[in-house]
């Protein structure tokens, strides 16, 4: 199957040194670089510019159906921005779309960054067969190139097995779970078969290609280090790749390297994003993304329509549960402000069409390339913060939960609720405690679900010890932190598609209802949570994922802000 090109074109990457060029291009169409200026510039490209937040939100509990009953018996009967939307959702393999958002679209776009980078890194080693030698600047400019070849492969090879293969359950049992190529050479024929690797062969590369390219990242030589593996980016993904792997320690090593021994609300979005009031919707989403937050570590300019999917009063959306475990409920610190959702939201949600069908916030914001502004047609963009400060701080929280540090995990968590409680008006929150976290999210006890408390959503059975067995068991005194965590972290990442490699993880039962009487529940070892590969692959001569017979029950739009009421009515 042909994976990738050996020879290279840039495409381009979005600038954010004003609102104006986000989409300006960078056009290179050298075929054979010759100097490590040129293979720095090579690598602009070697980044995917498909996005698997959409795939992976509409499988995840992240997204309900409008079309299915609620408790009340009200039911929508919307249409979805298109099929391959339907086909996520109820699990079934994706056949409808090969365009943006598909699983195709990840795919190629996800091999196509790596054959960038196996380019980059076989110009390396053809130099040194040349006997070539630099020095100075231009050395560790070539070293740059290197590390950061390394961290891009590393890291496209890792987004794939996460969404195409089963969850990492271990070295053992990873090592009989079909995976997907691990590609580092570049096509020199027509067409190639690949083999699929184990899901433990892949992390053990990933994780080797991640270690030796860390050595050698430098942020010197990138005009804008957010659009690439700079060294914070570099060590969030370290950190996030050991949390997947069950390994605490160098969790807490790498996100530390980020973070450093105490971490800020000042290097959170705090300051240029909830404490800020936008008088337009373009100033929301523009700061949100912005280089100059220090919130942000990695930006990936994708191309996407996810906004379009559930954001334009279509059938999909953050609604009714989804809602109240994420925008839309209350949690530990804000359940008592007068609100039926956490205020660092007021003023900055948005409804998908109507009011009815759910709600989203402007990192969904949606970037229009115009290719011809009287026809009014181009290409969609959104802009991803693919790595973050907020993340990583939760992914350190984590670690230290299960490593026994609990008042370690409680000071974190700490800084990601303060952080949203810098605001352009004062709300009388709660202090964020460990005697807080325990009472809050513990779960021997009985909660009347209510149309705020998120509770009864949030107490999931976790199978995270059978789905990846540790050293670092989760037992019943940690529970209230992970619950607190995990709620935590679902609401910093919707939007981002972790929210589906958390359900993966923790083995967490999801239930999809699916229009007016099927519905569709997906067990801890469920084949279907890894996402079908792409037809064309199959095809091709790749080997498809298995996939079992299941029962189930059968039988251009525009941001609009959302205008209801934030005030609880009659809190319960």
Not at 138 to 162: C, P, Q, S, T
Not at 209 to 219: M, R
Not at 308 to 323: F, L, W
Not at 492 to 517: A, M, P, Q, S
Request: hydrophobic share 35%; proline share 4%; aromatic share 12%.
């Amino acid at each position: 199957m042909k994976l990738k090109y050996i020879f290279y074109t840039a495409i381009g990457i979005l600038s954010l040194s004003s609102c104006n060029d986000f989409l300006d291009k960078v056009p290179d169409n050298r075929v054979d670089p010759s100097t490590p200026d040129q293979l720095l510039l090579m690598l602009v490209d070697g980044y995917p510019a498909g996005n698997y937040a959409r795939l992976c939100e509409l499988s995840s509990d992240n997204i309900i159906d409008n079309n299915s009953p609620d408790e009340n018996g009200v039911r929508y009967n919307l249409q979805a921005f298109e099929l391959m939307d339907d086909e996520i959702y109820a699990w079934d393999d994706a056949k409808a779309s090969v365009d943006v958002d598909s699983p195709s679209a990840v795919w190629e776009t996800c091999y196509h960054s790596i054959a960038v980078a196996n380019q980059v890194l076989e110009k390396i080693e053809q130099f040194k067969s040349e006997g070539r030698t630099f020095s100075g600047t231009d050395l560790e400019k070539l070293n740059a190139a290197y590390g950061e070849a390394l961290l891009v492969r590393a890291y496209n090879h890792f987004i794939l097995v996460n969404v195409f293969a089963q969850q990492y359950r271990g070295k053992e049992l990873s090592a009989s779970i079909v995976g997907i190529p691990y590609v580092t050479k570049s096509e020199t024929e027509v067409l190639v078969h690949y083999s699929r690797n184990s899901v433990a062969e892949v992390y053990e590369k990933i994780e080797a290609d991640l270690q030796e390219g860390l050595k050698y990242i430098n942020d010197s030589y990138y005009e804008t280090p957010k659009y690439h593996f700079n060294k914070k980016a570099a060590n969030a993904f370290a950190a996030r790749f050991y949390l997947f792997t069950r390994q605490y320690d160098l969790v807490e090593k790498y996100a530390t390297e980020v973070l450093g021994q105490e971490a800020l609300v000042s290097q959170t979005r705090a300051n240029t994003y909830w404490g800020v009031s936008f008088s337009n919707a373009d100033a929301n989403k523009y700061a949100y993304v912005s280089a100059q937050s220090p919130s942000n570590l990695l930006l990936l300019p994708t191309n996407s329509t996810f906004w379009r999917s559930i954001g334009t009063g279509n059938r999909y959306g953050v609604n009714r549960d989804a809602a109240k475990e994420t925008l839309y409920g209350w949690g530990p610190t804000w359940d008592d402000t007068g609100y039926v959702l956490h205020p660092c939201y007021i003023g900055k949600l948005y409804i998908n069409g109507k009011q009815d069908y759910g709600v989203y916030f402007l990192k969904l914001g949606e970037l229009f390339e115009y290719t011809d502004k009287v026809a009014g047609i181009g290409y969609t963009h959104i802009v991803k913060t693919e790595f973050t400060y907020e993340e990583t701080l939760l992914a350190r929280a984590e670690a230290r939960i299960y490593l026994g540090n609990i008042d370690g995990a409680v000071a974190d968590l700490k800084v990601w609720d303060d952080s949203r409680k810098v605001l352009p008006a004062n709300y009388p929150f709660k202090d964020l405690t460990k005697e807080l976290i325990q009472s809050y999210y513990d779960d021997s006890k009985t909660y009347e679900a209510t149309e705020y408390d998120p509770r009864p959503g949030v107490f999931d059975k976790l199978n995270i010890d059978e789905i990846c067995p540790s050293q670092y068991t989760l037992t019943d005194d940690k529970k209230p932190f992970i619950y607190c965590l995990l709620h935590f972290r679902r609401i910093e990442t919707i939007f981002d598609g972790l929210r589906w490699f958390d359900v993966k993880r923790y083995g967490i039962e999801v239930t999809h209802k699916i229009g007016r009487n099927r519905v569709e529940t997906l067990t801890p070892l469920d084949p279907r949570r890894a996402l079908q590969l792409p037809a064309e692959v199959i095809s091709a001569g790749i080997e498809s994922n298995v996939r079992v017979n299941v029962n189930s029950n059968s039988g251009s739009g525009k941001m609009i802000p959302y205008a209801g009421s934030y005030k609880v009515s009659n809190k319960q």
